[in-house]
Every structure is written in C-alpha cells, then in structure tokens.
C-alpha cells in the first residue's frame, strides 16, 4: 500500500536526530570547519546514540537499520551540518561493505566501533585522476600510485580498496596503517567538507599479502555493487539533510528580510524560488527513499534506482544551496551566514561522491538495455 | 510505514485501467485527433463497459460507493491517479471525453447536499453516456477565480445567473454543470457562490466549441448564462453551506477545495502523457538506434533523466493523493505535483521529439503528445499559481501571506 508514514520508531529517531543538529551540531559547525577537526563531545554523543553504528550489523554492535529508517536519520543530523555528520569517526562509507564482511574482519571490530577508529573507503573505478596500479605477483600483490582525494583519509586508520587488479578481476583490499604504511599527501583543500579529512593516498610499492584479500571474483564483485549501491543512497540521503536546512534558512530569512517597503518574500522572484527549492527537496527525498525500499528488498533494480537518486540529489543539493546564498544577496556570501559554508560543502559532496553525468549515462544504458524496472510491474 | 508497493486493489486498478488504455484508447487516439472528437459510438461502447472518469476517483460508476468506505483506509485518491495516470498513457483527450461526472464530481461530492449528490451523480449510468463539467473561467477571470464576474441575482425561488464561461471541459455535452458566480461583487471572494446548472435550462446555452493546439478530441466549450433562472435547490450545499460559514469565502472554497483533489488527478494525467512518449522513444531507441557511439551516450543520458522526472512526477503525486486519503491537508503538495508534473511532461514530450529527430513529425504519436500536455501546465491553476500555493504554504509559519 503507498504510504508516506513513517513509524513511530523512525519518528523518534528522526526527532533525537534533529534536535542534535540544531542544538549541537550546527552551532558547532564553523568552529570545526575553522580547525578542521570535529568537537568531540558531538563525536561521543553521536556515538552514544548509536548514530556511528547505523549500518553496521547487530554483531559488530550496530543497529542494523533498514536503509529506509537509516536515510531519514541521516536526514535529520545533516540537518546541522553536512560536513561535520562527513567527518565523524568510525567505519564511515566503508561500513556499507563492512556488512557484508562480518566475520572476515572482527578483529577489528573493538577498535572501530568501541576505540573510533577511522575506515576510509577508497573505490578505484575512477578511470582518470588515479594512477594507482594493483599488481598480482606471485602469492601477492603490489599496491603502487597515489589515489584521488577522498573522505577521511586523513585520519584513516584503515583503508578499504574496492579495485580490479591488473587481470580485470575484482577485489576488496583491506589495509591496516600498522602493517601496510602508506602515505598521505596534505593537499590544499579550501571548498567545502573540511572537516571530513580529504586527502589523497600515496602507495609506494606496498606489498599486500594475501590475508589482506577480503574477497575476490564474484564475490567481491557482489559486495561492491551492492556496497556502492548503499552508499549512494546514504549519501544522497545527508544531502537531502543540507537541502532541508537551506530551504527552512532561506524561507525565514526572506519571511523577514524587508526591502522596498516590504519583505522580500513578497517578490514572486523570491517566493517562486523558495517554492522550486521545496518542489526539489521534496524530489530528491521520495527518489532516496523509493531507492531505500528497493535496496531493502534486495530488489535488482535498487542499483540503477540508487544512480538516479544521486544524481538528482547533486544536481538539486546545487541549485538548491545556491539558491539559498542568491535569496540572502550579500549576506549569504560572508561567513556570518551558514549558507555560504552550505554551498561550498555541497560542491565539495557532489564532487567528491561520483559524477552527475555518469550516474545518468550508466542508468541510461541500464534502461536502454532493458535493466529497467518494469514501469508497468 | 513508508511504502511505495501497491496494494491488491491498487494492483488490479491499475492493470484494469492500463488493458483498456492499451487495448481500447490508443487505438484510436491517432484517429481521434484527427477528427476533433472521441466516436460516439466508442463513447456509447465504453459507456456500457461501466467505464467513467470520475476525477475524485476512477470506478466503473459513481462516486457513492467508494465514500461509503468508512472504517476500512480510503484510498480512493490513491487509485485515482495510479487509473488515470494509465488511461492518460492511452490518450488524455480520449480519458478526458469519458462520460462520467468528471471535474464537476468533487464539487458535488464534496459540498453537495445528500438530495444533490443523489440527483447529480446517480444520473452516470450504463444506459446512456452522460457528462458533467466545471465552470469556473471567464474571459476576465482566470488564475484569479476570485475576480468572478458573472452574476447571481436572488430572486423568488432561485437566482437569475448572467455571464459567460471559457474552456469548460465536456462544457457542451454536460448533463450539468457546476457554475461559479457572485451574489455580490463587493463582497469579493465571500460572495461567490456555486450552482448547478442543467442542460436545457432556459438562457443556458453553449455558444462555442473552441479549436485547439492539442487534446482536439476533447470538447472545450464556451457557456453563456443570459437571465438564466436557476432553482434555490440547485444551488450547491444549499444555503445552509452559506449560512453556516457566512465570515468565510464560501463559495470560493468550494472551487479551491475542488482543486486539492483535482489537481493530483491533473498531474498523474501529465505522467501518464510523459510516459507514453518515453515509452515511445525508448522502443524506438531500442529498436533503432546504433549501437555505442555518441548518438547512444546522449540518449541513455536522456532517457535516463526522462525516467527520474517521471518517477519525481510520480511520488510528489502519490504523496497528495496518499494525504488526500487520510484527510490530512495536501493543498501544498497537491500544488507540488501539478507544478512539476505539468512542466516536467512538457519538457519530456519535447526531449522525445529531439531523440526521434525529424521522423517524429511524421504522423508519430510522440508529436500529438506534445500538443496534448501543454495544456496540463496551465489548467487547474497554472504553474505560475501553483508555485503561488506552494510559496504561500512554505511561508504561512512566519506567518507572511505572499
């Protein structure tokens, strides 16, 4: 049955959720972004919360939720900040594969989930940016090259690689700071998402065993589709969270904001606005959720329907947040205002989570090859 | 709990509704665009099918059954766009031609007294094809329905009405028509008040039959009321609705109450017009097309973001039409979703004409699609007025009225 109601157990948690972003994390916000590093009393109460551990299963001591609850969470704490929810500790995006790999890597478990630990999740499918060869010899490999920037490199303590190897086979690396070294190059990042700890990898010829293999072939081919497919929704789901918090900043701030005689909310070019960013957001909600429910079911087209939630999530996370910062004219270009701070980190997101007219080129040729979902089904 | 999955009934509607769009309407859309009119022997055929638009709900006949679904969760909102987003997929100036109380049905069933809702709506039955229609435009009045010209004079037993209407759908072949018209203009938006009209009732006549872009199977007219004199009985809810909210617009919210389940109807038509020529183009892509290439890069782009407008179209109506079923307020997101609806088809008919290059002017179906949907981003309140409702909702908590 088509319903929009959400249980009362997502309710509750969507309302703890957003009273941290509102009274905790966006408060904090510039001053993370200022020192680039996360407050950690937000660090601890997100984790005591359990909002560290939403995608990690019940053995790894996570709250193993349906991706339809956890995206309204994520919704609810990047509400607050956007880039402070991408910098938080832990298993991070390499958490979606994570459970799929339970057993294979509970060693680790205590120091990811009790000692935050950081996992950044490295995906080397990029075919330009990346020189990072992965060579097979003998009962090992060789890791060799430097890595495009990613999302919490920086503080990484592991590193989870998604590649194909250099006979086109695919397989998930799993690296370990204390027993492959690598290094990370600085960087000079000044956009957006500053606190998330980008940076790039550089491997010099590290030699994996291996007992690094956390799958291989099928299997890893598998777990990184899915993985990917998970990921993407949850990411499209924090930018939902941002455009939320422009629309509600933007549609108070022209409420009150007067200009020839009158607030500026007035003026149908700024009402006009504000009713396209809400048409937007309410958009890119439904298509996160309808990819939720469908990654829940295991349904085969979860893949192309999490494609096309984020790309529709970056292309109106854009007009969406610069639409915020036009509606506020000069105010929304300084830092006295968060817009600002909100446009620049969804530029960074959008660039940093795969590109627009990719995700639409390989759903288009799903489509095309048939791989759609049966608009009559 | 949040859920996109149909439900049986949901389902069967759906399937029901698309074999007789696939098997019955588009058929003959081609055809009937050419003639300026739906066959009235096909109108009689489908009419003994039990098949009518009833734009609160789709049902094989009257709207009386599915209100008195109490205790059971309504979903007749719901159905209604998962039909009519099929039947609109078949051909929309067919679906807009079936006989059925159409959008004079909401009005009727939503502010009508039970005497009125019995005379008016039991009249769609299998022996004959009926219509009914919605008069609210004029020449002078159109996004601003409050600026009602034409007139209605108590008088003895009824009002005298005086005025003209424009592009009543179904306005010429109605059984009746539910008519705006103001008992006194100064009194603004609180002096409008809505009558039903019968055909045949002296000084009520069609006088046009207009000629358009598109949708030219279906019947726009124009109505003129010259001393038309019309009962107290048909005057709709009675003057008790009038009395018992005499501080509200009454009259008027009866033609904006209207429009919170009409338009969510209005949109899913829109998607259903966008699918069916993204349906079209993909077939032919598919069929077509070379294989790689640039050509097949800039269609896979462009069918896919076709695809993800449909699919945005779709979920902002069902999210109307779901509140709608459980009488929560849905007039921002009925808004929603014929503003993007309305826009999105248009600009999908026309991504589809560019991937069919200029073949597709060439008596393909694609093309009267175009024409057809046009009109979607204007009736039932343009999408300038749409994003007015909107706005004005996003606003109401700071209390600011845009």
Redesign the interface.
């Known amino acids: 049955?088509?319903?929009?109601?959400?249980?009362e157990e997502?309710l509750a948690f969507v309302e703890v959720a957003k009273n941290l972003a509102k009274e905790k994390i966006r408060p904090q916000a510039r001053i993370c972004e200022r020192n680039q590093k996360l407050n950690e009393e937000i660090v601890q109460e997100v984790q005591e919360l359990g909002f560290l551990s939403l995608e990690l299963s019940e053995d790894w001591d996570g709250l193993e939720l349906p991706l339809?609850s956890q995206v309204q969470i994520l919704q609810g704490l990047c509400y607050g900040d956007l880039d402070v929810v991408q910098g938080l500790p832990g298993a991070g995006d390499a958490a979606s594969f994570i459970r799929f790999l339970n057993q294979r890597l509970d060693t680790y478990k205590t120091d990811i989930v009790d000692e935050l630990q950081t996992v950044s999740y490295l995906d080397l499918s990029e075919d330009w940016g990346t020189n990072i060869e992965v060579k097979k010899e003998m009962n090992h490999y060789i890791l060799n090259g430097m890595s495009q920037p990613v999302k919490l490199a920086a503080q990484a303590d592991y590193v989870l690689i998604a590649v194909m190897d250099s006979n086109g086979e695919p397989i998930l690396f799993w690296l370990d700071s204390s027993v492959h070294p690598w290094h990370v190059e600085e960087g000079d990042y000044r956009l957006g998402l500053l606190t998330s700890g980008i940076a790039r990898f550089t491997f010099d010829h590290v030699k994996i065993s291996t007992d690094a293999i956390l799958a291989q072939g099928n299997t890893a081919e598998k777990i990184i589709q899915d993985g990917r497919t998970r990921v993407r929704i949850l990411q499209a789901a924090r930018e939902v969270g941002l455009m939320e918090a422009a629309l509600d900043y933007a549609?108070?701030y022209t409420?009150?904001r007067k200009a020839f005689g009158q607030?500026i909310?007035?003026f149908?070019g700024v009402?006009?606005r504000?009713?396209?960013m809400?048409?937007e957001t309410?958009?890119v909600n439904?298509?996160v959720?309808?990819a939720a429910?469908q990654a829940d079911q295991e349904h085969p087209e979860a893949e192309g329907l999490s494609?096309?939630a984020l790309?529709?999530a970056h292309k109106s996370l854009r007009y969406v947040t610069d639409s915020a910062v036009q509606l506020l004219g000069g105010h929304g270009y300084i830092q006295e205002f968060p817009v600002e701070k909100w446009m620049r980190d969804a530029q960074a997101q959008v660039t940093l989570y795969g590109r627009e007219?990719q995700c639409?080129?390989k759903?288009?040729?799903q489509?095309?090859a048939?791989n759609?979902e049966e608009?009559?089904a | 709990?949040?859920?996109?999955?149909?439900?049986e009934q949901?389902k069967q509607i759906?399937?029901m509704t698309?074999w007789f769009a696939a098997n019955e309407i588009r058929p003959i859309a081609m055809e009937a665009d050419r003639l300026g009119k739906v066959p009235d022997e096909w109108l009689d055929k489908v009419n003994k099918m039990g098949i009518h638009l009833n734009t609160s709900s789709f049902s094989g006949g009257g709207g009386e059954e599915s209100s008195r679904k109490s205790k059971k969760?309504r979903?007749g909102n719901?159905m209604g766009v998962l039909a009519t987003e099929q039947m609109a997929w078949g051909c929309p100036a067919i679906t807009l031609s079936l006989p059925g109380a159409g959008l004079g049905g909401p009005p009727v069933q939503s502010s009508g007294t039970p005497e009125q809702k019995e005379r008016f709506l039991s009249i769609f039955t299998k022996e004959k094809p009926r219509w009914g229609a919605y008069a609210l435009t004029e020449p002078e009045a159109g996004s601003d329905a409050s600026g009602v010209k034409t007139t209605a004079t108590k008088v003895d037993g009824g009002y005298i009405l005086n005025g003209q209407k424009i592009f009543i759908t179904n306005g010429g072949r109605a059984s009746w028509v539910v008519a705006f018209a103001t008992v006194d203009s100064t009194l603004g938006r609180a002096g409008q008040r809505a009558f039903v009209v019968e055909k045949g009732t002296p000084g009520f006549s069609c006088t046009k039959l207009v000629k358009k872009m598109g949708l030219r199977a279906n019947e726009t007219a124009e109505l003129l009321f010259e001393d038309c004199f019309v009962p107290d009985e048909n005057l709709l809810g009675g003057e008790k609705l009038y009395e018992a909210s005499s501080n509200k617009p009454s009259g008027f919210q009866v033609a904006m109450k209207t429009f919170d389940s009409t338009r969510p109807i209005v949109a899913s038509m829109a998607i259903g017009i966008a699918?069916a020529a993204y349906?079209y183009t993909?077939d032919l892509?598919?069929q077509e097309y070379p294989k790689g290439g640039e050509t097949?890069?800039l269609?896979?782009?462009?069918?896919?973001?076709v695809?993800?407008n449909i699919?945005?179209a779709r979920?902002?109506t069902?999210?109307a039409?779901?509140?709608a079923d459980f009488g929560l307020p849905n007039a921002?997101e009925a808004a929603?979703c014929k503003?993007?609806a309305g826009q999105m088809s248009l600009d999908v008919c026309s991504k589809c004409m560019e991937l069919l290059g200029p073949i597709g002017l060439d008596g393909h179906l694609v093309e009267k699609l175009f024409r057809d949907v046009k009109i979607f981003d204007i009736f039932e309140g343009t999408n300038?007025i749409?994003?007015?409702v909107?706005?004005r909702r996003?606003?109401a908590a700071?209390e600011?009225?845009?």
Not at chain 1, 1 to 7: E, K, L
Not at chain 2, 1 to 7: D, E, G, N
Not at chain 2, 299 to 305: D, P, S, T, V, W
């Open positions: 049955m088509i319903s929009f109601r959400s249980t997502e339809i549609t108070e409420a009150s607030e909310a007035k149908q009402s006009f504000i009713a396209k809400a048409i309410r958009i439904h298509l959720w309808e429910l494609l096309r790309h529709r007219r639409l080129k759903r288009g040729e489509i095309i048939g759609r608009v009559m | 709990m949040i859920s996109f999955q149909l439900s949901q759906k399937e698309h969760e979903e719901r699918r349906e993909l892509v598919r097949s890069a269609a896979a782009e462009m069918l896919a973001e695809e993800q699919a945005a979920l902002l069902w999210e039409a779901w509140k921002k929603m503003a993007y300038q749409q994003h007015l909107v706005a996003q606003y700071y600011v009225r845009v």
